[in-house]
């Protein structure tokens, strides 16, 4: 218990400071901003080098200040209203830093050679270098005069000066504060929506894997309940074949990952498996017609989607006729980038109301179960019909978007 009680400050330390790259960029960009700036201004006047190296340092500390700021901000932690208020305050005192510290300096700066000259509504001429203004009049001699370092002026005088470049640079520290917290904003809340996705798609893949485990049980049990039938009936060439169906079929199926999808080639090789075990079972009874285009065979949807359709066309249909039955699975692609997969079953001879029409009746794990899946796996943008057709027989239509890259 020790060990990682000892940790935690550093793990703490970690994590509050996660986005220095950003901070440290963001830094960087907005006082290069404010140097491209000065250097436009230094060489638009005729001593540009001096006031270069002024301005370095007046940068130097204004990073420093503003990195101060951005470990204040972190220090805080979780708590965007939070970091605000300490922005708010480091900004201020920040400011204020700036000011003491420039005023501090100023015996320290290089004195420009560049000379400001105006005229004056009076018709003087006012020259303005460093700490002399010069006024030039007619015929006398010019006047010059020298203003007081700012460190030669009273204390009051020199705090207000202070606080006047405090004010100036206090909008500087607000405006990258606000920025950073922008951005802190906008990354918190891409995170709770990234783990809101993160929730929702675990959660729709437990419902899949659940759904997708409810076939094989159903699907075993009426597929023995056959082969007892056959047994029982004295036909054990058939009930061979049907094991031997039945074991590729479940070798096959079990092969694939219960949340992974499957190409439609596939799960049509997997329900030719599953035919062939039916018609080992009702080989004057069932005739299979599988009609899928080459375009749609890597078309992917979740495994074994198909097979308690299959499953109800056998049972309400194949084994409750006397006659031929056919039963027909056929893909098509519509014209929205979606696929249509329409399961049915009718008398091979034709004639209508010969078979039953409610072929989704029994345990509900039929029709429910695919409709379910189809739902978690695509929401309104799939949809599954049923109904008796006119000409006899029943159908079910499945509609999907046609996606071929592989999922889960």
Same mark, same amino acid.
Request: aromatic share 8%; with cysteine.
């Given at each position: 218990?020790?060990?990682?009680?000892?940790?935690?400050?550093?793990?703490?330390? %970690?994590?509050?400071?996660?986005?220095?790259?950003?901070?440290?960029?963001?830094?960087?960009?907005?006082?290069?901003? =404010?140097?491209?700036? !000065?250097v436009?201004?230094?060489?638009?006047?005729?001593?540009?080098?001096?006031?270069?190296?002024?301005?370095?340092s007046v940068?130097?500390?204004?990073v420093?200040?503003?990195?101060?700021i951005?470990?204040?901000?972190?220090?805080?932690?979780?708590g965007?209203?939070r970091?605000?208020?300490?922005?708010?305050?480091?900004?201020?005192v920040?400011?204020?830093?700036?000011?003491?510290?420039?005023?501090?300096?100023?015996?320290?700066?290089?004195?420009?050679?560049?000379?400001f000259?105006?005229q004056?509504?009076?018709?003087?001429?006012?020259?303005?270098?460093?700490?002399?203004?010069?006024?030039e009049?007619?015929? +006398?001699?010019?006047?010059?005069?020298?203003?007081p370092?700012?460190r030669?002026?009273?204390?009051?005088?020199?705090?207000?000066?202070?606080?006047?470049?405090?004010?100036?640079?206090?909008?500087?520290y607000?405006?990258w504060s606000?920025?950073?917290?922008?951005?802190?904003? +906008?990354?918190e809340?891409?995170?709770?929506?990234?783990?809101?996705?993160?929730?929702?798609?675990?959660?729709?893949?437990?419902?899949?894997?659940?759904?997708?485990?409810?076939?094989?049980p159903?699907?075993?049990f009426?597929?023995?309940?056959?082969?007892?039938?056959?047994?029982? &009936?004295? %036909? &054990?060439?058939?009930?061979?074949?049907?094991?031997?169906?039945?074991?590729?079929f479940?070798?096959?199926?079990?092969?694939?990952?219960?949340?992974?999808?499957? &190409?439609?080639?596939?799960?049509?090789?997997?329900?030719?498996?599953?035919?062939?075990?039916?018609m080992a079972?009702?080989?004057? %009874?069932?005739?299979?017609?599988?009609?899928?285009?080459?375009?749609?065979?890597?078309?992917?949807?979740? $495994?074994?989607?198909?097979?308690?359709?299959?499953?109800?066309?056998?049972?309400?249909g194949?084994?409750?006729?006397?006659?031929?039955?056919? !039963?027909?699975?056929?893909?098509r692609?519509?014209?929205?980038?979606r696929?249509?997969?329409e399961?049915?079953?009718?008398?091979?001879?034709?004639?209508?109301?010969?078979?039953?029409?409610?072929?989704?009746?029994?345990?509900?794990?039929?029709?429910?179960?695919?409709?379910?899946?189809?739902?978690?796996?695509?929401?309104n943008?799939?949809?599954?019909? =049923?109904?008796?057709? $006119?000409?006899?027989? =029943?159908?079910?239509?499945?509609?999907?978007?046609?996606?071929?890259? $592989?999922?889960?």
């Amino acid at each position: 218990m020790t060990v990682p009680m000892l940790m935690m400050p550093s793990l703490k330390a %970690r994590t509050r400071f996660a986005d220095w790259p950003f901070a440290l960029k963001s830094i960087i960009g907005f006082w290069c901003f =404010y140097a491209l700036t !000065v250097v436009v201004r230094a060489f638009l006047g005729s001593d540009p080098w001096t006031t270069l190296q002024n301005k370095l340092s007046v940068i130097a500390i204004g990073v420093l200040i503003t990195g101060l700021i951005y470990a204040a901000i972190s220090t805080v932690g979780a708590g965007i209203r939070r970091k605000a208020i300490v922005a708010g305050l480091s900004s201020v005192v920040g400011s204020l830093a700036m000011g003491a510290t420039l005023v501090t300096i100023e015996d320290w700066m290089h004195e420009s050679k560049e000379e400001f000259r105006f005229q004056a509504r009076e018709g003087f001429t006012v020259v303005e270098q460093g700490n002399q203004i010069r006024i030039e009049r007619t015929a +006398q001699e010019p006047l010059v005069l020298t203003m007081p370092k700012v460190r030669e002026l009273d204390a009051m005088k020199r705090v207000r000066y202070a606080l006047d470049i405090a004010v100036t640079w206090l909008f500087f520290y607000i405006g990258w504060s606000a920025f950073y917290l922008a951005y802190q904003a +906008q990354a918190e809340a891409l995170g709770v929506q990234r783990r809101l996705a993160d929730a929702e798609s675990a959660a729709q893949a437990a419902q899949v894997r659940a759904l997708r485990y409810q076939v094989n049980p159903h699907f075993l049990f009426n597929t023995l309940n056959s082969l007892s039938s056959l047994v029982m &009936t004295g %036909r &054990t060439d058939r009930a061979e074949t049907m094991l031997l169906a039945l074991s590729t079929f479940f070798r096959t199926s079990l092969s694939f990952d219960p949340g992974a999808d499957v &190409t439609l080639a596939e799960e049509i090789d997997l329900q030719r498996l599953y035919l062939d075990i039916e018609m080992a079972r009702f080989p004057d %009874r069932l005739t299979v017609e599988i009609d899928v285009p080459p375009d749609l065979e890597q078309a992917r949807l979740p $495994a074994l989607l198909l097979q308690p359709i299959v499953e109800n066309a056998i049972k309400y249909g194949v084994s409750k006729s006397r006659k031929a039955v056919l !039963v027909r699975i056929a893909a098509r692609r519509l014209a929205d980038n979606r696929m249509s997969l329409e399961i049915s079953n009718r008398l091979k001879s034709g004639g209508k109301d010969e078979l039953p029409a409610a072929t989704h009746e029994g345990t509900g794990l039929g029709l429910a179960n695919v409709c379910q899946r189809l739902e978690a796996r695509w929401g309104n943008r799939a949809s599954c019909r =049923y109904g008796p057709m $006119a000409g006899g027989g =029943y159908k079910v239509a499945l509609t999907m978007p046609v996606e071929t890259n $592989a999922r889960g």
